[in-house]
């Protein structure tokens, strides 16, 4: 038993959720499992234990096999910058920002550095499960493809392709699929399954056989709807979190652009007493809003633009003169500041740019990323917590003599003399139990108990349990070369 891949027949298929319940699945038989993807793209990443950066999505799946993350777990990480442009990250490193024609030239290269993570990973663990990326139906793009088919056949890793029926057209999907691809690329497939059915599942009985008929794939089993895949980090932007009960204490996030690293949201959904919200475009933050939390971005400077066109800066400037608190995380914390400069074009074009001025903090853009687990103490109840920072950019000023947290003895973001507006570089925060308490208790609202770490592993044998019985997991396990 070596590797085992899940591809999608299409986007967005459920193929993350899919490997993370296999990962806890084959852990609870007592394998050492790890995951694996070879190339993401999302702004939503994790601080590794080696001093990295990889996908939110294998972070999660890590939690699900019981292994420290890793690089090698995500080697190739695009985290996307404009519409045509991404950071392009290699084994936790940014090694260069590229525009998508540019990539498509150095891929090839770097499908060195993913067979050389993948093989470390494979040495190390009874079973890799491995997950692609959009779909292997983009033929297109098969020359010098490191994340699907070109991966697969350069590992000799067979594939399971999961189609997704909630969308529609399931059946054009996968027949869809054999029809485009190479035969090198068939017949690396050794089956399929069907996710994200919603209600009687044998209606489905004939699509399922037609799928196996016209195609010759052993079929794995249809995977009804997991409810409670909500209550897991999201690595989807399109999954953002939200709580709209209309009581309790109404927290608004911006939703950014570029939005990163937003899983910070996700225990603050999750509690009982508070109203989570995510704006989108043209929507006004509300007047009865407690808290607007400013998320951290992979483009402080483009997302300050797309802030000031939705209105959103004349919005915060009225909250916080009827009393209302905000809390900037990371590119939301430079954003509060009196302005963000980039002097080497880091980000971008070179310039500078004014800030919303809620913060007498200015911030600077360089060169070198800081990545690190951290462990710090919150400078107003006093308590610890475990968090990362994840970001370029240094942020200084008269408010850092009003510190939120302290690293190492240093002082750590920024907080107005009134307290009402907070900065903060620390991701993370809310998944501490005590200390995301004490931030409610500061505004009245009671925390219902929750242990979120817990909720997290709970869910994922939940979800494992939930593949195992509509899946021959077994059978997909046997498959493994």
Same mark, same amino acid.
């Given at each position: 038993?070596?590797?085992?891949?899940?591809?999608?027949?299409?986007?967005?298929?459920?193929?993350?959720?899919?490997?993370?319940?296999?990962?806890?699945?084959?852990?609870?038989? !007592?394998?050492?499992?790890?995951?694996?993807?070879?190339?993401?793209?999302?702004?939503?990443?994790?601080?590794?234990?080696?001093?990295?950066?990889?996908?939110?999505?294998?972070?999660?799946?890590?939690? #699900?096999?019981?292994?420290?993350?890793?690089?090698?777990?995500?080697?190739?990480?695009?985290?996307?910058?404009?519409?045509?442009?991404?950071?392009?990250?290699?084994?936790?490193?940014?090694?260069?920002?590229?525009?998508?024609?540019?990539? $498509?030239?150095?891929?090839?290269?770097?499908?060195?550095?993913?067979? /050389?993570?993948?093989?470390?990973?494979?040495?190390?663990?009874?079973?890799?499960?491995?997950?692609?990326?959009?779909?292997?139906?983009?033929?297109?793009?098969?020359?010098?493809?490191?994340?699907?088919?070109?991966?697969?056949?350069? #590992?000799?890793?067979?594939?399971?392709?999961?189609?997704?029926?909630?969308?529609?057209?399931?059946?054009?999907?996968?027949?869809?699929?054999?029809?485009? *691809?190479?035969?090198?690329?068939? #017949?690396?497939?050794?089956?399929?399954?069907?996710?994200?059915?919603?209600?009687?599942?044998?209606?489905? /009985?004939?699509?399922?056989?037609?799928? $196996?008929?016209?195609?010759?794939?052993? !079929?794995?089993?249809?995977? =009804?709807?997991?409810?409670?895949?909500?209550?897991?980090?999201?690595? %989807?932007?399109?999954?953002?979190?939200?709580?709209?009960?209309?009581?309790?204490?109404?927290?608004?996030?911006?939703?950014?652009?570029?939005?990163?690293?937003?899983?910070?949201? %996700?225990? *603050?959904?999750?509690?009982?007493?508070?109203?989570?919200?995510?704006?989108?475009? !043209?929507? =006004?933050?509300?007047? /009865?809003?407690?808290?607007?939390?400013?998320?951290?971005?992979?483009?402080?400077?483009?997302? *300050?633009?797309?802030?000031? +066109?939705?209105?959103?800066?004349?919005? *915060?400037?009225?909250?916080?003169?009827?009393?209302?608190?905000?809390?900037?995380?990371?590119?939301?914390?430079?954003?509060?500041?009196?302005?963000?400069?980039?002097?080497?074009?880091?980000?971008?074009?070179?310039?500078?740019?004014?800030?919303? !001025?809620?913060? /007498?903090?200015?911030?600077?853009?360089?060169?070198?990323?800081?990545?690190?687990?951290?462990? #710090?103490?919150?400078? +107003?109840?006093?308590?610890?917590?475990? @968090?990362?920072?994840?970001?370029?950019?240094?942020?200084?000023?008269?408010?850092?003599?009003?510190?939120?947290?302290?690293?190492?003895?240093? =002082?750590?973001? +920024?907080?107005?003399?009134? @307290?009402?507006?907070?900065?903060?570089?620390?991701?993370?925060?809310?998944?501490?139990?005590?200390?995301? $308490?004490?931030?409610?208790?500061?505004?009245?609202?009671?925390?219902?108990?929750?242990?979120?770490?817990?909720?997290?592993?709970?869910?994922?044998? +939940?979800?494992?349990?939930?593949?195992?019985?509509?899946?021959?997991?077994?059978?997909?396990?046997?498959?493994?070369?």
């Amino acid at each position: 038993m070596t590797a085992i891949m899940i591809q999608g027949a299409g986007s967005n298929v459920g193929k993350s959720l899919l490997v993370a319940g296999l990962c806890r699945a084959a852990r609870r038989r !007592g394998l050492s499992v790890a995951p694996f993807k070879p190339q993401n793209m999302s702004n939503n990443a994790a601080v590794t234990s080696d001093g990295g950066e990889i996908g939110r999505a294998q972070a999660l799946q890590a939690i #699900a096999c019981g292994v420290p993350l890793h690089t090698d777990m995500n080697p190739v990480l695009l985290k996307p910058e404009t519409d045509v442009g991404a950071q392009v990250v290699v084994q936790g490193k940014r090694i260069a920002t590229v525009k998508a024609r540019d990539y $498509a030239a150095l891929k090839p290269q770097l499908m060195t550095s993913v067979l /050389d993570s993948f093989h470390r990973l494979k040495s190390a663990h009874d079973l890799v499960i491995v997950e692609g990326a959009g779909s292997p139906a983009e033929v297109n793009l098969r020359a010098g493809d490191i994340a699907n088919m070109g991966f697969a056949c350069a #590992a000799d890793v067979p594939v399971i392709l999961a189609g997704d029926i909630d969308r529609g057209g399931v059946i054009a999907q996968m027949v869809g699929t054999q029809a485009v *691809l190479p035969d090198q690329d068939n #017949a690396m497939i050794a089956g399929f399954l069907i996710n994200k059915f919603r209600g009687d599942v044998s209606l489905f /009985d004939e699509g399922y056989k037609m799928i $196996a008929g016209r195609t010759g794939w052993q !079929g794995f089993g249809v995977v =009804p709807f997991f409810p409670d895949a909500s209550k897991l980090p999201a690595e %989807d932007a399109l999954d953002l979190p939200t709580r709209s009960s209309g009581r309790g204490f109404k927290v608004v996030c911006l939703g950014l652009s570029r939005i990163a690293n937003f899983d910070d949201l %996700d225990p *603050l959904a999750q509690e009982e007493g508070v109203d989570l919200t995510v704006l989108r475009a !043209g929507q =006004p933050i509300p007047g /009865d809003t407690d808290l607007v939390i400013i998320p951290g971005s992979k483009s402080t400077r483009g997302d *300050l633009a797309y802030v000031r +066109a939705q209105g959103w800066d004349i919005d *915060l400037h009225a909250h916080v003169r009827r009393g209302g608190y905000v809390l900037g995380i990371c590119g939301g914390y430079q954003m509060l500041g009196q302005a963000v400069r980039d002097p080497m074009g880091v980000e971008g074009a070179a310039g500078e740019d004014p800030a919303l !001025g809620l913060l /007498d903090v200015t911030t600077e853009m360089t060169g070198d990323k800081r990545l690190t687990q951290v462990r #710090a103490t919150h400078a +107003a109840s006093g308590l610890e917590l475990d @968090g990362y920072e994840i970001h370029i950019g240094r942020t200084d000023g008269p408010d850092r003599a009003r510190p939120f947290a302290h690293v190492d003895g240093q =002082p750590e973001g +920024a907080v107005s003399a009134d @307290g009402r507006i907070i900065g903060s570089y620390l991701h993370g925060m809310f998944t501490d139990n005590a200390f995301r $308490a004490a931030f409610l208790q500061g505004f009245g609202v009671q925390s219902g108990g929750l242990d979120y770490g817990r909720v997290v592993d709970q869910t994922l044998d +939940a979800l494992a349990d939930h593949l195992e019985a509509h899946l021959d997991v077994d059978g997909i396990l046997a498959l493994a070369r």
